[in-house]
């Protein structure tokens, strides 16, 4: 039999990574990380360049330099796996023009893509502390949800057999899962400064942290708490155990 505290604290800890989980997905899914705020467009010139930079951006070979202007100047986000822009569908009449969201996706190819000390220069040799983060900001979100899966089929196989057991090592699956969400968010940031130092912003043009991180930044709290909930669950419960045990032996 499994004392109702326990039982409370499991179903509280099961919410919490349903939670997490849903919350680090959909973060991993939508592009909005870091977005920026450019100014409107003005002037035919300026209009002929930001649509050749469009043109570049959509159907050109993948440069970092690339697209980092076009995000830049088009009022771009950028999250684990999309980059989009916010550009007019009419460039040339302000009133009649309506602002539509065009989105690329990083391939797998290119999320190993190097880094390079000045972006767009091949030979200014490959920056290596940047191509790691960048790395680690797309692998480790994929092993925090694996952890997730493998704590969820153990509790599975647990309710089977009826067993608390296993109940502490998903509670430290679980912390594993929500320090790599954290470190996640951690290496993103991390990045994007990076980026900032050796491509600097255009003039009036503004980035901000996007609602996709921070949903991301909540998954791993709660990944936390579900864990604290298992761990203190697992040893009250076995300590009890051993206590009824000697009691009756006694």
């Known amino acids: 039999m499994v004392d109702n505290r326990y039982a409370t604290a499991l179903v509280i800890a099961c919410v919490l990574s349903v939670l997490a989980t849903v919350y680090l997905s959909v973060a991993i899914g939508t592009q909005h990380w870091y977005q920026y705020s450019s100014p409107a467009v003005r002037g035919e010139a300026n209009v002929s360049e930001l649509r050749s930079l469009y043109e570049e951006f959509m159907d050109g070979e993948f440069d970092e330099k690339t697209y980092s202007d076009t995000l830049f100047r088009l009022n771009g986000t950028v999250g684990l796996w999309w980059r989009c822009v916010l550009v007019s569908t009419n460039w040339h009449k302000e009133r009649d023009a309506r602002m539509m969201l065009e989105c690329r996706s990083f391939t797998l190819s ?21 191509t790691y983060l960048w790395r680690s900001q797309f692998l480790l979100p994929l092993v925090s949800l ?11 196989c647990a ?22 969400t954290l470190a996640t968010v951690c290496c993103y ?17 503004d980035g901000s942290l996007g609602w996709s991180l921070y949903l991301a930044l909540i998954s791993s709290p709660l990944h936390m708490m579900a864990a604290a909930l298992l761990v203190w669950a697992a040893r009250s419960h076995s300590q009890n155990y051993y206590r009824m045990s000697a009691y009756r032996v006694a």
Do not use: W
């Open 110 to 130: 290119q999320q190993f893509t190097p880094k390079y000390k000045e972006p767009g220069n091949h030979n200014s040799g490959e920056d290596m502390l940047r």
């Open 146 to 156: 694996g952890l997730v899966v493998l704590a969820g089929l153990s509790g599975f």
């Open 159 to 180: 309710c089977l057999c009826r067993s608390l057991t296993p109940t502490l090592g998903i509670g430290i699956l679980h912390l594993l899962a929500g320090l790599c």
């Open 189 to 205: 940031l991390a990045g994007m400064d990076l980026l900032h130092r050796v491509s600097m912003l255009p003039d009036k043009v």
